[in-house]
């Protein structure tokens, strides 16, 4: 074998191994359920990503990208989460939330497809936020299914 075609051998492996580790990997979504209505799915914010996207649908799988009841482009970060709410619909206990992400990281899109979250299902990345607040009263704040802490609204 000729010394040049030994040199392009060796820069097609090099070009090769260094193209796959520079693979972006879409940080795993916390799903928050919120009381009475609403939910919210985020990844924290780091350097790079300039648009976050979530498309959902809750208790039927998605047959094809297209096919979702949410879909929503996040432009800004917030508090050091790109976070999709909505403020309407009511996770109930048992409901399966089936949703992929997509985060822009130096200008191209990475997705993280097949996502599930069961809620009320314990462990994984979920809270729920009690936000029935009454005068006088404790309210709890429940991360994956478990009181964690009360809070005094006065």
């Known amino acids: ?66 096919d979702q009841t949410w879909a929503a482009d996040i432009l800004s970060a917030r508090n050091g989460r790109w976070t999709y709410r909505n403020r309407n619909h009511k996770l109930q206990p048992g409901d399966v939330l089936y949703y992929w992400t997509t985060a822009r990281y130096h200008g191209v899109d990475y997705h993280n497809y097949n996502q599930r979250h069961v809620v009320g299902a314990g462990g994984g990345n979920t809270q729920r936020i009690d936000a029935r607040g009454k005068a006088g009263g404790h309210q709890p704040i429940v991360v994956n299914g478990q009181p964690t802490i009360n809070i005094y609204v006065a």
């Open 1 to 66: 074998m000729s010394m040049g075609i030994e040199m392009q051998l060796l820069l097609i492996i090099v070009a090769l191994w260094l193209g796959g580790s520079v693979a972006y990997n879409v940080p795993t979504a916390t799903v928050k359920v919120n009381s009475p209505n609403g939910f919210e799915v985020s990844i924290p914010d780091e350097p790079g990503i300039s648009l976050f996207a979530f498309h959902g649908k809750v208790n039927e799988e998605m047959d094809d990208l297209s």
